[in-house]
């Protein structure tokens, strides 16, 4: 053992109905570094970050905080053991002041020395360099000084472990330089960070140290002068390099070269950066970049699901304008969302219902479809998508993910989109499915149907796009197609660099 | 830099700028009314009135500020005031001992807020649903006891309820020459007594903080260290306790007991909330505030009075509109602030 350990967490295991969210991970934290844990969507970072705090309990394994063995039940437990954390939403009262939020539950008294309070708040701050005032109302802060603020609670509790989870992900520019500062100050006196991320160039930027998980496994810790970026894409996606460099099966596609069905200029919404696209007829293209790239707003972007900001938008040459969902169903775009569960099925309606949902509403409300017409669809694309249910009035809760996913891309097809945007079709459903989802996708386009397919799986796309946009860090970086797609190219240009 | 800091005064907090704002606004009001319609407003015992007239009102809204920045809601209060002022005339006729009906008064108040504290936060519980349903059973529960008006005639009580504290360089001369004292009832003493109480539960007792804390983000205040659920259970039992309290200052100032005693009271009791500053979304609000907005949501059903407009429903529809300038006043101010604090 290393002598200055200072977070030992050894054989942990975590088992949820059906998954295996960690299997036998180790992780160590020494003092004074800062460690950054990496990982795609799945990976367990987060499941492991809530057993260290207390609010998950492990199946197996051991966790040690100073080489003593400790028991993490609760978050209090994780607090008196010294492990403080930050969550991206910060976890502090906007309505109360600085100083109350720094000091309110932890109380040993029943009266509440307010003067004192707000003395030691000052001095805490001041040492810490933030730029708060004790009596101020936290809400009245910006989100960087309210994150830095709970950082200044957590140092006060004589915290040796203070994990930050996510916590550059609403702020600006300046704000994370002024975050990272903090950070480097509370390293130089030996507190031990861990850094929950998904921006690269952060990770590089503070990090000493970087350990990778993948699919509930230890994919291994590196030092991060030695980790190139583009090896470490490369070990949270889950293949080698060189290993990539000779699969280069993907047949020549050649590009769609009908009319361009949408383009957008300059589009923003509320989630993302301004950017341009445009789709020809019948061409399948793709999204990629890690998650928290900006590949699913930027989508979202397209079809109006968020507050958009600015921009123009043309569908076949002529100016339109898409504020919300329903405008965009209007000129022939159809969306499959990422999260099924929560914005896609309607899981006690049944299959006939949720088939026939989007073309509902395509009609307005006053021309209702009638019953056997609406049987007839649901009929149709059972078979045709082969969708194994009971019956068509069977509540598409109790299907299977892959038959639920399929149920929602019935209701697109009904549709009769020009242009269809599937996000994530494939995530969690079985590899049967997959396949055939693929090939629909494929069929669709020689329908000249525009496709956009987005998935964390590089060689789905492949095998389906015939160009791919990469984000990183919410812009586009790069556009591949012909020669260039092929997985060592895309995870060049995602990890970006020279190397 | 740094003392200029420390010397700079902080800009208020919304709690402490929506009560500025009610404060600024009763007074406004009532020196207008002064200058208007002159006559009783002269007095100063017309202020007295009405706080003697609206003691229970005013003790039954801070309990419901302390539920309310608690993020929750308490609308039984009107019912258990009734049915204490019902169980202590009866208890009292019977020949019951007046200390004994104190303590009967606060112990029904405790046991509504018990109920209500263990349903809403250990069963979890929508607190309205609980409370509606305390509110039915405490109304049933008055009319069984009994339909007819009943009148107190125990006498220790009568001497009680006739005790008036008298303050003669208040008064003012009638027309016939006698100086008249301005006349406070024992009921407001023990009002002002429950405004400062909760007002120093709030501020400077950490389980007041606590109330504060759950209201702003119960999840973060979970974090925070703060057991929830027993403050939220404690927040009802106060609120509980304190419309004992308000039950047997309604009895005081009327002295008989009837069904359909304090009925609507607890809307009342939430308007004053609401115009003193407190937000149905829990968090912010304070109990002074809540006092002058019960003095403000009374003085405009006095001066719709003074004005000639005698029929009831004129005290509904100045009430209803009052409540809305309220809300859309706070919801603007805190809305500005919400742009200004953006746009630094």
């Known amino acids: 053992m290393e002598e200055n350990c200072l977070l030992e967490l050894r054989g942990i295991d975590k088992m949820f109905p059906g998954v295996m969210a960690l299997n036998n991970v180790d992780f160590t934290l020494r003092k004074g570094e800062i460690h950054a844990l990496m990982g795609e969507n799945g990976a367990g970072k987060s499941t492991l970050i809530k057993i260290l705090t207390g609010v998950y309990s492990m199946d197996a394994g051991t966790i040690l905080v100073e080489g003593k063995n400790v028991h993490i039940g609760s978050p209090q437990d994780a607090q008196n053991n010294g492990i403080s954390t930050v969550y991206q939403e910060t976890t502090l009262c906007p309505n109360l002041t600085v100083a109350e939020n720094m000091f309110i539950g932890r109380e040993k008294s029943l009266l509440v020395k307010q003067k004192a309070y707000e003395k030691r708040a000052e001095e805490i701050l001041e040492s810490l360099q933030i730029p708060a005032r004790a009596r101020q109302q936290l809400g009245n802060c910006s989100l960087a000084v309210q994150q830095m603020v709970a950082i200044a609670r957590a140092v006060d509790m004589q915290c040796k472990v203070l994990i930050l989870d996510e916590p550059t992900s609403s702020l600006d520019d300046k704000e994370v330089n002024m975050l990272f500062k903090l950070m480097r100050d509370l390293k130089s006196r030996g507190v031990g960070i861990i850094f929950v991320t998904h921006f690269l160039e952060q990770v590089y930027e503070v990090s000493d140290r970087i350990t990778v998980l993948r699919n509930g496994e230890l994919v291994g810790e590196f030092l991060t002068e030695e980790l190139p970026q583009v090896q470490l894409v490369a070990k949270m996606i889950g293949k080698e390099l060189d290993e990539l460099n000779n699969l280069s099966d993907t047949e020549e596609r050649s590009a769609a070269s009908g009319e361009v069905f949408y383009q957008a200029e300059g589009l923003s919404s509320s989630e993302t950066l301004p950017f341009d696209f445009s789709i020809r007829k019948g061409e399948v293209n793709g999204f990629t970049g890690l998650l928290g790239s900006g590949r699913s707003e930027s989508v979202r972007a397209i079809f109006g699901a968020d507050k958009v900001g600015g921009g123009t938008v043309k569908i076949k040459g002529k100016n339109v304008k898409i504020t919300k969902p329903v405008d965009a169903m209007k000129h022939g775009i159809g969306y499959l969302a990422e999260d099924r569960k929560r914005d896609g099925i309607i899981a006690d309606l049944s299959v006939r219902e949720n088939i026939i949902i989007a073309m509902q509403v395509m009609n307005g409300f006053f021309k209702p479809i009638s019953r056997s017409e609406s049987e007839a669809f649901a009929d149709e694309y059972i078979k045709a998508l082969n969708i194994k249910t009971a019956s068509r009035e069977t509540p598409v809760g109790a299907l299977s993910g892959g038959n639920q996913q399929k149920v929602i891309l019935a209701r697109w097809l009904l549709t009769h989109p020009d242009y269809l945007i599937l996000d994530e079709p494939t995530r969690g459903i079985d590899v049967g499915t997959k396949l055939e989802i693929q090939k629909l996708v494929l069929k669709l386009a020689e329908e000249d149907v525009s496709v956009t397919f987005i998935s964390s799986e590089i060689e789905e796309m492949l095998r389906t796009c015939s160009r791919l946009i990469v984000m990183r860090d919410r812009h586009i970086v790069g556009e591949l197609k012909g020669s260039d797609l092929n997985q060592a190219q895309v995870m060049k240009t995602i990890a970006g660099g020279e190397s | 830099m740094k003392n200029q800091n420390r010397q700079r005064r902080e800009p208020l907090t919304d709690t402490q700028l929506l009560m500025t704002i009610t404060i600024c606004i009763f007074l406004a009001m009532y020196i207008l009314a002064m200058l208007l319609l002159k006559g009783g407003f002269l007095h100063v015992q017309q202020l007295f009135d009405l706080l003697n007239d609206n003691a229970s009102l005013i003790i039954v809204s801070c309990g419901l500020t302390i539920v309310m920045i608690g993020g929750g809601i308490d609308i039984s209060v009107g019912a258990v005031t009734s049915l204490v002022v019902m169980s202590c005339v009866l208890f009292l006729n019977r020949g019951g001992n007046l200390f004994l009906s104190v303590l009967l008064a606060l112990g029904i108040g405790l046991a509504f807020g018990l109920v209500h504290g263990f349903l809403v936060s250990y069963l979890e519980i929508q607190p309205f ?93 979970l974090m925070l260290g703060i057991n929830v659920k027993k403050t939220r259970f404690l927040s009802y039992l106060l609120s509980g306790l304190l419309s004992g309290i308000s039950g047997f200052v309604f009895l005081m100032h009327t002295g008989a007991g009837n069904a359909t005693n304090a009925a609507a009271m607890e809307m009342d009791a939430i308007a004053s909330s609401i115009i003193g500053g407190t937000l149905l979304t829990g968090g912010v609000g304070n109990v002074v505030g809540t006092f002058f907005g019960t003095l403000t949501l009374t003085t405009i059903k006095k001066i719709v009075v003074s004005s000639g407009l005698n029929d009831p429903w004129w005290q509904k529809i100045t009430t209803g509109g009052m409540l809305c300038f309220f809300i859309l006043l706070q919801s603007v101010v805190l809305r500005q602030r919400e742009k200004r604090k953006k746009s630094n």
């Open chain 2, 129 to 221: 649903i609980v409370t509606l349903a305390g509110m039915f059973f405490a109304r049933g529960m008055t009319t069984i006891l009994s339909i007819d008006p009943q009148k107190a005639t125990h006498e220790g009580f009568k001497k009680l309820q006739e005790a008036k504290i008298e303050i003669p360089w208040l008064g003012y001369v009638a027309k016939n020459g006698n100086l008249i004292p301005a006349r406070m009832e024992i009921g407001v003493v023990v009002a002002l007594l429950c405004v400062i109480g909760v007002f120093i539960l709030l501020k400077y007792v950490s389980l007041g903080r606590g109330f504060y804390a759950m209201g702003g983000n119960q999840t973060s205040s």
